[in-house]
């Protein structure tokens, strides 16, 4: 699996921007997608993930309310629709795929990854 991330940019606190993540591969419904991120001078941790079997999905407390996760099985592609963006959300984001059942909520035990997108956002 091949994955593919944009959307990336600057914004200033309180906007919006959608990540998008277009997978390869025709396995793509048999895989939870995720997202990850990693600011400056801090360790990679999670941000959400939608689960392949159910479509659950599950998020980082720091997100929960503000980003929302989906997946379109039919375009093989993920979305982080991310509101009311804060200043300490600015980071690389990574598209990561798992076949874990029940996904991974941590930055680990995910088998593929996207190349990072930046999203800054301004105070």
């Known amino acids: 699996v091949q994955l593919q991330a944009s959307g990336g940019g600057l914004v200033q606190a309180g906007g919006s921007l959608r990540l998008s993540c277009a997978a390869s591969?025709?396995?793509?419904?048999?895989?939870?997608m995720g997202w990850l991120r990693q600011a400056p001078g801090k360790e990679r941790e999670f941000v959400a993930v939608?689960?392949?079997?159910?479509?659950?999905?599950y998020y980082t407390d720091s997100v929960k309310g503000r980003f929302t996760i989906s997946r379109d099985n039919a375009k093989n592609t993920v979305y982080l629709q991310m509101n009311s963006l804060k200043p300490e959300d600015t980071a690389v984001y990574f598209c990561?795929?798992?076949?874990?059942?029940?996904?991974?909520?941590?930055?680990?035990?995910?088998?593929?990854w996207g190349q990072g997108t930046l999203v800054t956002v301004s105070s």
């Open positions: 990561v795929a798992s076949r874990g059942d029940p996904p991974p909520t941590t930055a680990w035990g995910y088998d593929y």
């Open positions: 591969g025709r396995t793509f419904r048999r895989y939870a």
């Open positions: 939608v689960s392949w079997s159910d479509d659950s999905t």
